[in-house]
């Protein structure tokens, strides 16, 4: 692994930290009572500085943290397991079954992802679970094309073939021919999926989709928008800062996993 892999693996370790002790309550616990004055500069009572009601931006960075995290992992699990499924099942049977699948995911990438982003919150209303299905629910297309590719790759080779003839079953073939060919593609789209992910769940929360008992990184940003005009920088440095980390952590990583998936295939 090569040494910015490493550091951005870092990056990303200390960010799941901060957010397990922010849930453990071991840090930035007081996010939601006043710490000082309104808008008070950063300094040694509240290093971020404090938002409109003089609530502590750092702890609320950090609470934040939890928010994007769950958020990104649990959209990109979904979209690639909804994904990696209808893919290979597309690949492997063929036929109609493939035609129709094929179809219907090139009528559903039709749909512009924000609208269906916002469709979704709209029907299930504000919240964490809503990011989480709505990322899951439009960002599977992707991994479907990559899945569908690899399956049709396999079903057309001799030893899967080889495998048919001697009576191997569909859950055979599965677990010992088609999940470790799939591994590094969809081992890839996750990594991918997750820095995109987190840029979502931030949009979603500017939009106010997103979770209301937590803070967000894309609320604070939607509360700050109208601060800087009066010089009042630093809530949007609050939020922005963390998000740009962890996205460029999660895109480095995901550069080097898509090389690495390229190289084994």
């Keep these: 692994m090569r040494q910015v892999e490493r550091a951005a693996l870092a990056g990303l370790a200390g960010f799941v930290v901060l957010a397990v002790g922010a849930a453990a309550g071991l840090w930035a616990q007081g996010w939601d009572a006043p710490v000082g004055r309104a808008y008070m500069a950063p300094g040694t009572g509240a290093w971020l500085g404090t938002d409109a009601l003089g609530y502590d931006l750092l702890a609320q960075a950090i609470q934040g943290t939890r928010v994007s995290l ?3 992992a649990g959209g990109a699990l979904g979209a690639v397991a909804l994904g990696g499924a209808l893919g290979s099942l597309a690949g492997l049977r063929g036929g109609w079954t493939d035609r129709l699948l094929a179809g219907a ?7 512009p992802p924000v609208v269906a982003l916002l469709g979704l919150g709209l029907a299930l209303g504000p919240g964490l679970s809503t990011v989480v299905l709505a990322i ?3 960002q599977w297309t992707g991994v479907f094309r990559a899945a569908r590719a690899e399956a ?3 079903r057309a080779a001799d030893f899967y073939r080889a495998a048919q003839a001697m009576g191997a079953g569909p859950g055979h073939q599965i677990r010992w021919h088609v999940a470790p060919a799939l591994r590094p593609v969809l081992r890839s789209s996750l990594v991918v999926l997750f820095a995109y992910a987190v840029r979502l769940e931030a949009l979603l929360a500017y939009l106010g989709a997103s979770a209301q008992e937590l ?9 700050s928008g109208s601060e800087l005009a009066r010089g009042v920088w630093w ?3 609050a939020a922005s800062l963390p998000l740009l980390l962890l996205v460029l952590c999660a895109q480095v990583l995901a550069d080097g996993a898509h090389g690495w998936a390229i190289r084994k295939r």
Excluded: I, K, M
């Design 70 to 72: 769950v958020a990104g």
């Design 105 to 111: 995911t090139d009528a559903f990438a039709a749909v």
């Design 136 to 138: 899951a629910a439009t």
């Design 152 to 154: 049709l790759r396999l």
């Design 215 to 223: 803070p967000s990184w894309g609320r604070l940003l939607a509360r």
């Design 235 to 237: 809530p949007t440095v």
